[in-house]
């Protein structure tokens, strides 16, 4: 069984940053790829960002330059590095494995983006 947890959500204003947290119940993130993704209010959820075990990243064209994902091994938790926040990055921001056919997912966290 895998459990995510996210952190790091908040209010934060147009332009500004904040730094999302995905710890793990294990190490979980040294042997499987991780998604950051986000659902807005009426949206589908959309994939934000992915970390793959060798170190490549994928973005959506949307946040391309903005934001970053990385890893600590060490400490079993992924991180989502967001700068440049614009209003329509408000959403619920989730952390995302898939492990052995599953998906595994964090119960989400925050983000609301002022203009």
């Known amino acids: 069984q895998v459990q995510l947890v996210e952190s790091g959500g908040g209010l934060v204003q147009a332009g500004g940053s904040l730094r999302l947290s995905c710890a793990a119940s294990?190490?979980?993130?040294?042997?499987?790829?991780v998604d950051w993704y986000r659902q807005a209010p009426g949206n589908q959820r959309e994939l934000v960002a992915t970390?793959?075990?060798?170190?490549?990243?994928n973005y959506a064209d949307s946040v391309k330059g903005r934001f970053s994902i990385s890893r600590d091994n060490a400490k079993n938790t992924v991180y989502l590095q967001m700068n440049s926040l614009k209003a329509e990055d408000t959403a619920v921001y989730y952390c995302?494995?898939?492990?052995?056919?599953?998906?595994?997912w964090g119960k989400g966290t925050l983000i609301t983006v002022s203009s």
């Open positions: 970390l793959t075990i060798t170190g490549y990243t």
């Open positions: 294990g190490n979980i993130f040294s042997i499987r790829p």
């Open positions: 995302h494995v898939r492990h052995f056919g599953m998906d595994y």
